[in-house]
């Protein structure tokens, strides 16, 4: 496998599995949470539409995860032999 492809599959397991992740975590979060009121608490002066409010929620959820797959993959790397380099 060349270094490109190995650097997307890599990228792929990262991020493929918390896109998933951020998506059942939004819409657990907004079963309970209306984004409206949420922007109301939060942002009182700033206008948000529902949609808005779900697209933020649905990419803060994709970072938390995200950084958490990333976290877990780095564990998970052999590691380097005496003398090599990565």
Do not use: K, Q
Request: glycine share 6%; proline share 5%; net charge positive.
């Amino acid at each position: 496998m060349t270094m490109r492809g190995a650097s997307v599959r890599w990228l792929g397991a990262i991020l493929w599995p918390s896109f998933f992740a951020a998506g059942v975590a939004t819409m657990v979060f907004f079963a309970v949470v209306d984004p409206l009121d949420l922007a109301t608490i939060t942002w009182p002066r700033v206008a948000f539409s529902r949609e808005l409010g779900y697209s933020i929620g649905f990419f803060m959820f994709w970072l938390c995860t995200a950084s958490s797959s990333l976290f877990t993959a780095l564990l998970l790397r052999a590691p380097a032999r005496d003398g090599a380099t990565r």
